[in-house]
């Protein structure tokens, strides 16, 4: 009795075996720090399970991982345009179960955000940490530009000296 949906990245290898099952739902551009990028919300159902696929070829074209500070603009244009996309679904979540570095974003963002997004205001989120070795660990110096978050806040995802979207997320 327990809707549970999956949200996850439009990966070249899930648009070539899946392609001509996926329906397209609706896009829109999201705000990345002072950017704005393309997002594209695809549906596809597999066993019963409805998976909502985000798409933008710059960020999930050809490679899973991108490495550096560009894989770190991949994950926090994946968070963002999670929490903009649900609410223009007919499902709000009571929970977001994120796992890993690459969705630490969602709930360090579902916090700042939940005011200016009324459907999410009472949703939680879980964390789980699948492999600690790899953190979400990058220069402060990006974290206005590529994460749009004020360095105001520097102090809530700071351990030893750097980012830590892991540890973010945890707080």
Same mark, same amino acid.
């Given at each position: 009795?327990?809707?549970?949906?999956?949200?996850?990245?439009?990966?070249?290898?899930?648009?070539?075996?899946? %392609?001509?099952?996926?329906?397209?739902?609706?896009?829109?551009?999201?705000?990345?720090?002072?950017?704005?990028?393309?997002?594209?919300?695809?549906?596809?159902?597999? &066993?019963?399970?409805?998976?909502y696929l985000i798409d933008?070829?710059?960020?999930?074209?050809?490679?899973?991982?991108?490495?550096?500070?560009?894989?770190?603009?991949?994950?926090?244009?994946?968070?963002?345009?999670?929490?903009?996309?649900l609410p223009r679904l007919?499902?709000?979540?009571?929970?977001? +179960?994120?796992? &890993?570095?690459?969705?630490?974003?969602?709930?360090?963002?579902?916090?700042?955000?939940? +005011?200016?997004?009324?459907?999410?205001?009472?949703?939680?989120?879980?964390?789980?940490? +699948?492999?600690?070795?790899?953190?979400?660990?990058?220069?402060?110096?990006?974290?206005?530009?590529?994460?749009?978050?004020? %360095?105001?806040?520097?102090?809530?995802?700071?351990?030893?000296?750097?980012i830590n979207l892991m540890?973010?997320?945890?707080?």
């Amino acid at each position: 009795g327990i809707d549970a949906r999956v949200i996850t990245p439009y990966h070249r290898i899930i648009k070539d075996k899946y %392609a001509d099952r996926v329906e397209h739902m609706f896009d829109f551009y999201c705000t990345l720090g002072w950017r704005q990028a393309y997002v594209g919300v695809e549906k596809l159902v597999l &066993d019963g399970v409805t998976i909502y696929l985000i798409d933008n070829e710059q960020y999930f074209g050809d490679k899973i991982y991108r490495g550096g500070q560009a894989e770190g603009e991949q994950y926090a244009f994946f968070a963002r345009a999670i929490l903009e996309a649900l609410p223009r679904l007919d499902f709000t979540p009571e929970i977001l +179960h994120c796992n &890993d570095w690459q969705t630490a974003l969602v709930p360090i963002y579902l916090l700042e955000e939940r +005011h200016r997004i009324p459907q999410l205001y009472d949703t939680k989120s879980v964390f789980t940490i +699948h492999n600690i070795e790899y953190q979400g660990k990058y220069s402060r110096n990006i974290l206005e530009d590529v994460f749009g978050i004020p %360095a105001a806040e520097y102090m809530s995802i700071e351990h030893r000296g750097c980012i830590n979207l892991m540890k973010g997320a945890i707080d």
